[in-house]
Antibody
Framework: EVQLQESGPGLVKPSQSLSLTCSVT????????WGWIRKFPGNKMEWMGY???????SYNPSLKSRISITRDTSKNQFFLQLNSVTTEDTATYYC??????????WGQGVMVTVSS | DIQMTQSPSFLSASVGDRVTINCKAS??????LNWYQQKLGEAPKRLIY???NLQTGIPSRFSGSGSGTDYTLTISSLQPEDFATYFC?????????FGGGTKLELK
């Protein structure tokens, strides 16, 4: 069974960096594409970016200067770093496999609040 | 970016009703359109991929159709467990973009 699990701080101060980990079991992240998605209060959703099986990345232009997605293949984990956060980055963050193909995997999500 | 306009935002219906939810893309997305269901506190669950392919394990009362810029999710006969939020996602071009969501409520 494939499982994705997000982890990281639930509270981040404004101007600091948000760092999350997605731990994947049952499927190697050296196959396919893996991404971060967030759901804002009010239900708007945004696909933030992804990392490919080869380690290449693509980021939503709305975040391009603040976001970094990296991975550790030895641990089958990939990571999100979002810099210079504001209260508008308060959201539930999900990791997931890319939307193509007949398999679909999502984590349960982690709520992150940006507040001083 | 491709904008996805989803309608309606809210839908009130009864068990047994047939309901449709629509997504309109700002440009042709070549049928690269998925539909998801999400319940409070849970991960999104994909129902349909690439317009009309039913995800494994999803009941056949869910179906999808469309082409070009216009896409529809149909639930043929609502069941109590179907009351949730639904949203579409285009993955024709990055950034992949979501519709605004439809909250399906019990009338």
């Amino acid at each position: 069974e494939v499982q994705l699990q997000e982890s990281g701080p639930g509270l981040v101060k404004p101007s600091q960096s948000l760092s999350l980990t997605c731990s994947v079991t049952g499927y190697s992240i050296t196959s396919n594409y893996w991404g971060w998605i967030r759901k804002f209060p009010g239900n708007k959703m945004e696909w933030m970016g992804y990392i490919s099986y080869s380690g290449s990345t693509s980021y939503n232009p709305s975040l391009k200067s603040r976001i970094s997605i990296t991975r550790d293949t030895s641990k089958n984990q990939f990571f999100l770093q979002l810099n210079s956060v504001t209260t508008e980055d308060t959201a539930t963050y999900y990791c997931a496999k890319s939307p193509g193909g007949y398999r679909d995997y999502w984590g349960q999500g982690v709520m992150v609040t940006v507040s001083s | 970016d491709i904008q996805m306009t989803q309608s309606p935002s809210f839908l009130s219906a009864s068990v047994g009703d047939r309901v449709t939810i629509n997504c309109k893309a700002s440009q042709n997305i070549n049928k690269y359109l998925n539909w998801y269901q999400q319940k409070l506190g849970e991960a999104p669950k994909r129902l349909i991929y690439n317009t009309n392919n039913l995800q494994t394990g999803i009941p056949s009362r869910f179906s999808g159709s469309g082409s070009g810029t216009d896409y529809t999710l149909t639930i043929s006969s609502l069941q109590p467990e179907d009351f949730a939020t639904y949203f579409c996602l285009q993955h024709n071009s990055f950034p992949w973009t979501f519709g605004g969501g439809t909250k399906l409520e019990l009338k």
